[in-house]
């Protein structure tokens, strides 16, 4: 039963950087191709990023294009998502997941498992 676990998250200020991973385990994660979601308090989840299981695909939200760049180490059983010049509207809970359905990459529905989330807060 394949696993995730998600860490890096934190508190930081406008401008700022994190970098979450997302570390799998139970399975083949070099042959799962791996998606990074967010949901901000009262919001819907969002698609952030999309990565192939070879890294030859990646999908970027277009409004986050440029500051955050998704990455993985198949010999680490590790995706990351590198973040920077952060800001307060970037504040929520990020999770990964694998991808198990056919349809669009953007769409949760076609993910699982998920991990449990790690909280980014970014002030002011």
């Known amino acids: 039963q394949v696993q995730l676990v998600e860490s890096g998250g934190g508190l930081v200020q406008t401008g700022g950087s994190l970098r979450l991973s997302c570390v799998a385990s139970?399975?083949?994660?070099?042959?799962?191709?791996m998606a990074w979601f967010r949901q901000a308090p009262g919001k819907e989840r969002e698609f952030v990023a999309y990565?192939?299981?070879?890294?030859?695909?990646?999908f970027q939200s277009d409004s986050r294009k440029g500051r955050f760049t998704v990455s993985r180490d198949n010999a680490k059983d590790t995706m990351y998502l590198q973040m920077t010049s952060l800001e307060p509207e970037d504040t929520a809970v990020y999770y990964c997941?694998?991808?198990?359905?056919?349809?669009?990459?953007?769409?949760?529905?076609?993910?699982?498992?998920w991990g449990q989330g790690t909280q980014v807060t970014v002030s002011s």
């Open positions: 997941a694998r991808k198990s359905g056919d349809s669009f990459w953007f769409d949760p529905l076609n993910y699982n498992p």
């Open positions: 139970g399975g083949t994660f070099s042959s799962y191709d």
């Open positions: 990565i192939s299981s070879d890294s030859g695909t990646i």
